[in-house]
Nanobody, 114 residues
Framework: QVLLVESGGGLVQAGGSLTLSCAVS????????MGWYRQAPGKERELVAG???????NYGDSVKGRFTISRDNAKNTLYLQMNSLKPEDTAVYYC????????WGQGTQVTVSS
């Protein structure tokens, strides 16, 4: 069973930065394409950044140039560096595979104040 544990969220002012982490267990992490998703109140969950097993990265238009996704296969950990945060980035952030989703973790709340 795959277990996903997100951490690193918090309250930050607009323009600030946060780094999220996702610890993954129960899967062969290094072979999985992974992504960071977010869900704002009243909205559907959306994929904001993805990284393949070969470290090819893709970003949603709303975060391109501000967020950086990375992975440490030795630590089975996924990261999301978020800079120049905006109030519209406020959401619960989740990690999961790209496709073939595992059970969702609890997520980590990111709140950006204006």
């Amino acid at each position: 069973q795959v277990l996903l544990v997100e951490s690193g969220g918090g309250l930050v002012q607009a323009g600030g930065s946060l780094t999220l982490s996702c610890a993954v267990s129960g899967s062969i992490f290094r072979f999985d394409a992974m992504g960071w998703y977010r869900q704002a109140p009243g909205k559907e969950r959306e994929l904001v950044a993805g990284i393949t097993s070969g470290a090819i990265r893709n970003y949603g238009d709303s975060v391109k140039g501000r967020f950086t996704i990375s992975r440490d296969n030795a630590k089975n950990t996924l990261y999301l560096q978020m800079n120049s945060l905006k109030p519209e980035d406020t959401a619960v952030y989740y990690c999961n595979r790209i496709g073939n989703w595992a059970s969702w973790g609890q997520g980590t709340q990111v709140t950006v104040s204006s």
